[in-house]
C-alpha cells in the first residue's frame, strides 16, 4: 500500500512541533505558530509563576534539529491552559492552523509530541466527541482516541490533511483531550488575553468572622510579578475580588482575563483571619497580536 | 492535499453524521448514561445490563431533547432490552434493520461504535472486528447468532450503541457485558429476534422441562446394547414436582439421551431445544431407565420468571 498518509503528514507535522522545558515543571511540546519565533503551548507546561514579558531563566525551547533557545512567556490564559512563548529564532516552519469548528466527529486525527521526553512520537485515532466533558465545566474539548502521555501537553492534535485542529493538553479516561484551536488563534490574535498576577495559590478552608469560606493560600510570588509590586507575601490568603467571595479559582482566572491595563482590588487575610484587608493589583497587559 | 487518509477520514465522518440521529443517550443507571439505537418505530435498543431501574427512565435525543421512556422488555441473557419513547417516529437512516444476510462479517473489517453523551452529543469509537464465530451462547444464558468482537474501546457510556460497518451496514448492538476480554457487538439478527419476543410478551420465552439435570457419560456396554450414537447424555437429578417432566412420568436417575430427533449429549443441547420455540409442543424424549430404553412424551413448558 503507497500513498500519501501517515508517514508524510506525519513528517510535516514533527517540524512545527517542539520541545518546550520550564525546569521544575517537566517537559512538554510546543506548536510553531509562526516563523519568527512564536510558539504555542499549554500554560501547564510552562508552569506557574513566569509574568508575561518577564524572562523566566528556567524556560527553553528546543527545536526538533536539535538546536536550543531560551523562551519567554508572551501571553497565556489558564481558563483555557493556553500560553505563547517567543523565542530568538527566524525561519522556523509554522504549522497550519485548521478550523477546529468544522472539525466532525469520526475524523482521523494525528497526534505528535515528545511523550515522557521521547520526541517526535505520532499516534492516530478518531474524533471520539466534540464538547463537554462531565466534571470539566462547560469549554468545549475535542476528545480524540489518541495515546497521549505526560509529554504530549502542548503538541498539536492535526487532522488528515496536516491542519492543526488542536493542542493535546490532558488525557480522560484514555481519551485525549485538545483545546480546540480556534481558542489557539483567538490567543494569537489577543482576544484571549489574561493578565498574570504572579503568584501560585491553592484552595484552603477560611474561617472569617464565624463563616467557613474559599480561601486561595499564594504558595509563591513571583521576582518582578504584579503582586510582588503589590507587597503580597507568601502565605497571605486570598479571600475576594472588588469585595465579591471568591468561589472557586476560576473566579481569580476569570478577573484576569482582558486586554486593557488595569487595576484590580483583592481582599485578602493575612495573620488574623477575622481582619480582611484589601489591596490594589495594577495589572498589565503585554500586547500580543501574532499577524 | 487530497490523500487516501483523507478520504477515509471524509468516509467515517460521514457514516457519524449519517447515523448518530438514530442513536440516542439512556438514562437508567446511576452516574454513567449508556446509549441506545432507535431501532424500530418508537422502540430504542439498549444493552440491558445498563438499565439499572425500570421506572423514570430517560432518553436523550439527536436534537438535544430529553424525554421519558417506557421500559417494554428486557432480555439479561442476550444483553439486550428495549424501551419506548411515545410519537417518535421511525428510525431515520435505517429504515429497516436487516441483518447482513448473505455476506458474513469477516474478522479484520473496520466498525465504528456510535454512542451519544448527553455533555458532548455523538461519540464514536473506531477499530476492527477482531473475531467472528457462528452461533455462541453467552455467560448469562442467552444465544446470539455470531460472536463478533470488537476492538474498538468501549467507553462508560459505548454500552448499547450502534455498530457500524464500512459500508454503512449495521452490525449490532455494543455491550461491553458478554465478555471479560473485549467488547462485544449483539448481531442484528439476534436483536431482531429478542425484539420480537420483547414487543410480544415483554420478555424472552423459554421453554422449559422442570428438571435438574448432571451430565454424564453412557458406558460403553449400554451404547452397544441399546445401539445408542451418545457419548453421554445428562442424568435427571431433582424434578420440579407438577413440571412438564413430572407430569410426563421422568423419575429420577433417568438419563436424557435424545430429543425429538435429535441426540442429546450435554446440558447445552438441552438449552438449544429450550429456546426453539417448542413452547406448548410435545416433544418424544428419549431415556436410559434401569439400563433398558425408554421413552416418554414431555409437553414443553415455559421457564416461569424468577
Known sequence: MSFTGFGEVAERLRRSTVQVASGRRGLGSGIVVKSDGFIATNAHVVGPVVAPGVDNPGLSVQLPDGSSFPGRLEARNTRRDLALLRIPALNLTPATLGDSDDLRVGELVMAVGNPLGFMGAVTTGIVHAIGRRPGLGPTKWIQAEVQLAPGNSGGPLADARGNVVGMNTMVAEGLGLAVPSNAVARLLAGELQQASLGVVVRGVPVRTRGAERLGLAVLDVATGGAAEFASLRAGDILVGIEGRDLRSLDDLEGALEGNQERVLRVQFVRGDPNKIRSVAIRLHCPEVAVA | ?306
Open chain 2, 1 to 306: 492535499m487530497e490523500n487516501a487518509m483523507v478520504s477515509l477520514s471524509n468516509e467515517l465522518a460521514k457514516l457519524v453524521e449519517r447515523f448518530q440521529p438514530d442513536v440516542v443517550a439512556v438514562h437508567a443507571r446511576p452516574h454513567y448514561p449508556s446509549s441506545g439505537v432507535l431501532w424500530r418505530p418508537d422502540i430504542i435498543v439498549t444493552a440491558d445490563h445498563t438499565v439499572r431501574r425500570e421506572e423514570d427512565i430517560q432518553v436523550t435525543l439527536s436534537d438535544g431533547r430529553t424525554v421519558d421512556a417506557a421500559l417494554v422488555g428486557r432480555d439479561p441473557g442476550s444483553d439486550v432490552a428495549a424501551l419506548r419513547v411515545k410519537d417518535l417516529g421511525a428510525p431515520i437512516a435505517h429504515p429497516t434493520t436487516e441483518a447482513r444476510g448473505s455476506d458474513p462479517v469477516k474478522t479484520g473489517e473496520l466498525a465504528l461504535v456510535l454512542g451519544r453523551s448527553p455533555d458532548s452529543g455523538p461519540n464514536a469509537g473506531l477499530g476492527i472486528i477482531s473475531a467472528v464465530s457462528g452461533p455462541w451462547r453467552t455467560w448469562r444464558g442467552g444465544r446470539l447468532d455470531h460472536y463478533i468482537r470488537l476492538d474498538a474501546t468501549l467507553f462508560p457510556n459505548s454500552s448499547g450503541g450502534m455498530v457500524v460497518d464500512c459500508r454503512g451496514q449495521i452490525l449490532g448492538i455494543a455491550t461491553s457485558a458478554l465478555s471479560r476480554i473485549a467488547g462485544l457487538a449483539i448481531p442484528a439478527s439476534s436483536v431482531n429476534r429478542v425484539m420480537d419476543g420483547l414487543l410480544d410478551k415483554g420478555y424472552v420465552a423459554r421453554g422449559y422441562f422442570g428438571i435438574g439435570v448432571q451430565p454424564v457419560a453412557v458406558p460403553e456396554a449400554l451404547r452397544e446394547k441399546l445401539s445408542l450414537p451418545n457419548q453421554s447424555g445428562v442424568m435427571v437429578v431433582s424434578i420440579e414436582p407438577g413440571g412438564p417432566a413430572d407430569r410426563a412420568g421422568v423419575v429420577l436417575g433417568d438419563i436424557v439421551v435424545g430429543l425429538g430427533d435429535t441426540s442429546l449429549e450435554g446440558i447445552e443441547d438441552l438449552q438449544s431445544f429450550s429456546d426453539s420455540g417448542a413452547i406448548g409442543k410435545p416433544v418424544k424424549a428419549r431415556l436410559i431407565r434401569a439400563g433398558a430404553a425408554a421413552e416418554v412424551m414431555i409437553t414443553v413448558g415455559e421457564r416461569p420468571a424468577r
